[in-house]
């Protein structure tokens, strides 16, 4: 349960919405015992149940000071059924999310005023355009978000959305409806002042949209719209003058119209991200970034078949704002494309994401860019072409700012950066490791030693390290670990999950072992002189732990400890009297 509450510490606002089992009775119970509701959400069964129409009663009289309601209906299989609950809770509903309806029949027999005060509707199921038209009447006044979503409308008869609304409060709309027309979408719009659209499943042409003003429009998702090409998205920017966030996936965008776009104002994106959008060329992505690039800080390109050697081309500067690049699942994408975009983005990029690409890291020495850039945080996982030399290379050219490495199921052991003498990452804070399953000992030894003394989180989860050895004796890289992981770790042993403890024992708040074999009896002779800052401490699965294990690791770091798994594990409790 998620609670929320005021200056005077009393919970005022109550969130049951990740209970799906409240019951009628435990909602009667609930009324009766809380002194103030003022606000509440829920999850609401069998509407047409007596029982429930009874607790709402209550509720709603026990506490008139409620102003808001927000109500989750699963698995409504006859709409009219949630008309009963109206006359108790229609003045003070402000939030309702219906999913899953299997039958709309009693939507049209809802009368005005019996939503006043709802502000976000959510509807998944089955609906006719017409019945869209009719529960849109009974709360445009007030309605601020709308979301069709997963939406299957039955087209039984020739209507439209009618062209004489006006909804002065709307501000997000959600469709993703297959049989909503533009010409819909587009009424829809010339009704209010929509400050963030998402639409799914349409066939957009931009056609009608050309004649509507978006000029408040600050963020367009776009997803499955496969006719949606330049030329209809040349059309949606240029009536958006304030738009910040664009989201396209599934499209059929290239981008190679727009050399000839022009725009009265400064384009605004600041994010924009293409998600599978397989038609994207190299050209296109960069004569789109030279139009409307100017402010983005984010770029995330997912699954796309850019190489990004088309970067190469000229000497522009593209996005001279980004901080934030994400080429996950770009296979195609190339190492030269890489130095490429990152020579003509890279001035303030922070943030690199080149997760499930095929980057080796196999380049050639001229690459000097890379020593330039600020780059703070890289993700390499799943990166199953990139090995050692091309790890180190990636290193010596990226390493020096980095605080986040994230390298979970690399093929690389480490061992070959023993022979840079210098710190390649003496910033680092946080390293994963997970599922490296090549990593050695004496690799993690080497990476380790790379490190400064910023480290603060070492994620280990399902390697082959033992822990022994690992750490250097007269390196502090591990002195103010706060978070490790060791979980899956068969082979990690007692002396090394303990030698590398024994580094990090004044500042470690997390320790996770999960079905290691360690017996803990080692722990307890650890020795440092402040105390024990651990919080959480997970044994699941250790078969091996011992209670005289457990007792010494507890007085030895129980202090502060918050949270302790000991699930399948052959702890008896005798010895514990001694802690």
């Known amino acids: 349960m998620r609670v929320e509450q005021d200056e005077k510490k009393l919970f005022k606002h109550w969130n049951f919405q990740d209970f799906k089992k409240m019951n009628s009775k435990e909602l009667s119970k609930f009324s009766d015992e809380v002194k103030i509701v003022e606000g509440l959400s829920l999850v609401l069964h069998s509407p047409n149940d007596d029982a429930w129409l009874s607790s709402l009663k209550h509720l709603i009289e026990s506490h008139p000071e409620m102003q808001d309601l927000g109500l989750i209906i699963d698995g409504l299989d006859i709409f009219e059924r949630f008309g009963k609950c109206l006359p108790i809770i229609g003045h003070v509903l402000k939030e309702l999310l ?94 209010a002042q929509i400050k963030v659209l998402k639409i799914a499943n349409i066939f957009l042409t931009g056609a009608s949209l050309s004649r509507q003003s978006l000029s408040t ?133 922070k943030v690199l994401n080149l997760s499930r690409t095929l980057i080796s890291g196999q380049i050639n020495n001229n690459c000097t860019i890379y020593g330039q850039t600020k780059l703070t945080e890289l993700d390499l996982s799943k990166c199953q072409e990139l090995f050692d030399p091309g790890f180190l290379t990636i290193m010596s050219n990226l390493g020096a700012k980095l605080k986040v490495l994230q390298l979970a199921h690399a093929n690389i052991t480490g061992e070959n950066m023993s022979d840079f003498k210098s710190k390649l990452l003496p910033e680092l804070e946080f390293l994963d490791l997970a599922f490296c399953r090549h990593i050695t000992d004496t690799g993690l ?10 480290l603060k989180k070492l994620n280990l989860l399902r390697t082959e390290i033992t822990g022994e050895g690992v750490v250097d004796p007269f390196s502090d890289a591990c002195s103010k670990l706060e978070d490790l992981n060791l979980d899956f770790g068969l082979r990690v042993t007692e002396a090394g999950a303990a030698a590398i403890l024994d580094k990090c024992a004044a500042s470690i708040r997390v320790l996770k072992l999960n079905q290691t074999q360690v017996t803990g009896e080692t722990f307890g002779r650890i020795a440092f002189d402040s105390d024990s800052q651990l919080e959480e401490l997970h044994l699941d699965n250790c078969y091996k732990l011992t209670d005289a294990g457990l007792a010494s690791i507890l007085n030895r770091f129980g202090a502060k400890l918050r949270v302790l798994g000991l699930r399948m594990t052959n702890i008896t409790g005798e010895n514990f009297g001694e802690i």
């Open 445 to 454: 030894k080497v990476i380790l030693n790379h490190c400064g003394n910023k």
């Open 98 to 191: 219906i999913t899953s309806c299997t039958c709309s029949d009693g939507i049209e027999d809802l009368y005005p005023g019996s939503l006043p005060v709802l502000e976000t509707l959510k509807y998944d199921g089955k609906m006719s355009i017409f019945e869209v038209g009719h529960l849109l009447s009974i709360c445009r006044s007030t309605i601020k978000t709308l979301n069709f979503g997963d939406i299957y409308l039955r087209i039984t008869e020739d209507h439209h959305l009618p062209s004489n609304w006006h909804f002065p409060l709307l501000e997000e709309v959600a469709f993703f409806g297959y049989s909503l027309s533009e010409t819909d979408l587009s009424e829809l719009l010339n009704a």
């Open 217 to 349: 429009l600050t963020e367009l998702h776009v997803h499955q719209c496969l006719i949606l090409n330049d030329s209809a998205l040349k059309t949606l920017i240029k009536k958006c003058p304030m738009l910040n966030i664009l989201h396209l996936s599934k499209t059929q965008i290239n981008g190679e119209q727009f050399s000839d776009l022009q725009l009265g104002f400064t384009p605004q994106i600041a994010h924009l991200e293409l998600k599978n959008c397989k038609t994207l060329t190299d050209a296109g992505l960069a004569t789109f970034l030279r139009k409307v690039g100017e402010n983005i800080k984010v770029i995330k390109i997912r699954g796309s078949d850019i190489t990004g050697e088309g970067f190469a081309q000229g000497h522009f500067k593209f996005a001279p704002k980004l901080e934030i690049l994400d080429l996950t699942g770009c296979q195609a994408m190339t190492y030269k494309g890489l130095f490429a975009m990152i020579t003509q983005l890279g001035a303030k990029l």
